[in-house]
T-cell receptor, first 111, second 114 residues
Framework: EDQVTQSPEALRLQEGESSSLNCSYT??????LFWYRQDPGKGPEFLFT???AGEEKEKERLKATLTKKESFLHITAPKPEDSATYLC????????????FGKGTKLTVNP | ETGVTQSPTHLIKTRGQQVTLRCSSQ?????VSWYQQALGQGPQFIFQ???????GRGNFPPRFSGLQFPNYSSELNVNALELDDSALYLC?????????????FGDGTRLSIL
């Protein structure tokens, strides 16, 4: 059964203090790994898709990387507006195109 | 480009009642997936519809059912509501049949069961 574990559950940073979020996954055959951002009372907002080990993608202060067992979301010099819950999800090659999500990491960036 | 829209935004029901939630997919998308998100948890897959046919189902009982219409909009129906059904219900659309296309989510329907 596909599984996704995210750590830490919550992270508090000062503005400008860089850090990384971890997503460990187990899947029989990875079709894609997805990162989403979710603000309170909103649906998840798509950030990145990673397809194979060694791949990296960047968007503003965010950079996502992928290995065969985990993915990292690196946040460089974060700002208060980066505060949100970050969700990681995997899609298996088998069957339907369902996403299996982790519980998320709640990031708070203080000014 | 119009995004995914869901209605209603909030709903309060009592145990044993039935509910219908609605979703309009993003323009150009032919696949709709439904997820249940309990407080403090990640979304859990309920089922997916591709070109009006069910294309995969998660570990949810048969009282959770759905439909997809020719315009690719969708409904989620839940019968015999239970207290544990209180959650945020999310709809996501994508272009199925193309590998690795991301799913784009609406803002959900918050369902409370009293």
């Amino acid at each position: 059964e596909d599984q996704v574990t995210q750590s830490p559950e919550a992270l508090r940073l000062q503005e400008g203090e860089s850090s990384s979020l971890n997503c460990s996954y187990t899947v029989s055959g990875l079709r894609g790994l997805f990162w989403y951002r979710q603000d309170p009372g909103k649906g998840p907002e798509f950030l990145f898709t990673l397809y194979s080990a060694g791949e990296e993608k960047e968007k503003e202060r965010l950079k996502a990387t992928l290995t065969k067992k985990e993915s990292f979301l690196h946040i460089t010099a974060p700002k208060p507006e980066d505060s949100a819950t970050y969700l990681c999800a995997v899609q298996d090659r088998r069957g339907s195109e369902k996403l299996v999500f982790g519980k998320g990491t709640k990031l708070t960036v203080n000014p | 480009e119009t995004g995914v829209t869901q209605s209603p935004t909030h709903l309060i029901k009592t145990r044993g009642q039935q509910v219908t939630l609605r979703c309009s997919s993003q323009s150009g998308h032919n696949t709709v997936s439904w997820y249940q998100q309990a407080l403090g948890q990640g979304p859990q897959f309920i089922f997916q519809y591709y070109r009006e046919e069910e294309n995969g189902r998660g570990n949810f009982p048969p009282r959770f059912s759905g439909l997809q219409f020719p315009n690719y909009s969708s409904e989620l129906n839940v019968n015999a509501l239970e207290l544990d059904d209180s959650a945020l219900y999310l709809c996501a659309s994508s272009f199925g049949g193309r590998a690795n296309q991301p799913q784009h989510f609406g803002d959900g329907t918050r369902l409370s069961i009293l």
